[in-house]
């Protein structure tokens, strides 16, 4: 069994634990929160043997195998920091890190720490949907880009329209739309086509400084991926990926629910697999197995293929805020 321990008590950090305890390969060895009575609740709803209020105590006591970081985007790096330094392997939320130097500093630090394994907990490329559509784009005789969408209204606009600035709104926090949603279709583009040459944002700005929505494009050899994105309005569009005559369908490009491939016609296959119990399920047993054996051949290649994924979409997040003029202050550093 795996020891884990998690940072952050939002709804988040309950759908991984209960993912944790459906995959078998985990157990909730620790909790950290700044508060101990949310510390101490969310122990004892969740079974976890101690909570602390004390990051490193937890790092330094609880005899972790893992630790999965859903803090506020620019709290991941130091806290993933001094967990390498305890030799805790590390789950981060996406976006996992702010920008390029802070990955740069991770990988560093992994290899003083070679034991130690990093994940990005981007749930929807490890689900069996991604798969389909990975299996699907090989099959078709040409690919000419994609237009990816994700767009849903968060319940927090209501504070930011209210004059409030929550986290997941705030340059402050290394947030916004581009980085909270929009990593969500970036992903999925780097993973389906690779490192773009090159890209441009079009944010749109909201109150807080942020941005609220946005139009990214990442520029390929023979092609482009749109991405339209944001979380001030709602898109029921459909992401499609195409090919020659044929297209590949996906009801969005965030959760990956529907996957289908219109023919030369139009007509619809449904290649979508069954709806997963819990959306987090299909990391966790992809982690499980790359902590439990990671000298098995398969599980450091696919160790590697995900490191470098995370590598490429931080680079690309980085590159598209540069050319959108999204200055976070984690940059500054
Ligand atoms: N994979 C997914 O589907 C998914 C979905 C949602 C979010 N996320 C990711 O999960 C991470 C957390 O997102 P969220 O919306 O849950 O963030 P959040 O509500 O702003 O904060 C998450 C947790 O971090 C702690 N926290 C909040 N503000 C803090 C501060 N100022 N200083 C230190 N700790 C603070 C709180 O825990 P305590 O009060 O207990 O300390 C809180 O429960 C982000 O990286 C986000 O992108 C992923």
């Known amino acids: 069994m795996i020891r884990m321990g998690t940072v952050g008590t ?28 949310t510390g101490a ?3 004892a709803k969740n079974h976890a043997q101690a909570s602390y209020t004390d990051y490193e105590e937890m790092l330094t006591q609880a005899d972790l195998d893992a630790v999965y970081i ?37 990988l560093a630090a992994l290899k003083q720490h070679p034991q130690v394994k990093f994940f990005e907990a981007a749930r929807h490329v490890h689900t069996p949907n991604f798969q389909q559509i990975e299996k699907t784009l090989t099959g078709l005789p040409t690919v000419q880009g ?95 990926i195409y090919g020659l005559k044929e297209t590949i369908e996906i009801d969005s490009a965030g959760e990956l629910t529907k996957v289908g491939l219109r023919d030369d016609q139009g007509a ?15 990391e966790v047993i992809d982690f499980a197995r790359v902590l439990l054996a990671p000298e098995e051949t398969q599980n450091e290649k696919d160790y590697q293929r995900w490191l470098k994924w995370s590598i490429t979409v931080n680079d690309v997040l980085y590159s598209l805020r540069v050319a959108g003029n999204l200055r976070f202050p984690a940059d500054e550093h």
Do not use: C
């Open 146 to 240: 994609a237009a990816l969408t994700f767009m849903k209204y968060s319940s927090r606009y209501d504070q930011v329209l209210d004059g409030e600035a929550p986290n997941v709104f705030t340059k402050e926090f290394s947030a916004g739309a581009l980085q909270d949603l929009g990593v969500y279709p970036i992903y999925l583009a780097i993973a389906l086509f690779g490192q773009p040459e090159n890209v441009s944002l079009f944010p749109t700005l909201i109150a807080t400084g942020g941005d609220g929505k946005g139009l990214a494009v990442l520029r390929y050899t023979d092609y482009d991926v749109t991405v339209a994105y944001g979380k001030t309005s709602n898109s029921y569009a459909s992401s499609e």
């Open 41 to 43: 609740a969310f122990a």
């Open 70 to 106: 859903a803090s506020p985007n620019s709290l991941h790096f130091e806290q993933a920091m001094v967990a390498i330094q305890h030799d805790v392997s590390i789950v981060v939320e996406k976006p996992a890190f702010s920008n390029r130097q802070e990955m740069t500093a991770i």
């Open 268 to 282: 619809l296959t449904d290649l979508s697999e069954p709806a997963l119990e819990n959306p987090m399920l299909p």
């Open 10 to 37: 939002n709804w988040i950090t309950q759908q991984l634990v209960e993912a944790l305890a459906l995959s078998k390969s985990y157990e909730l060895a620790a909790v950290y929160s700044r508060h101990a009575d």
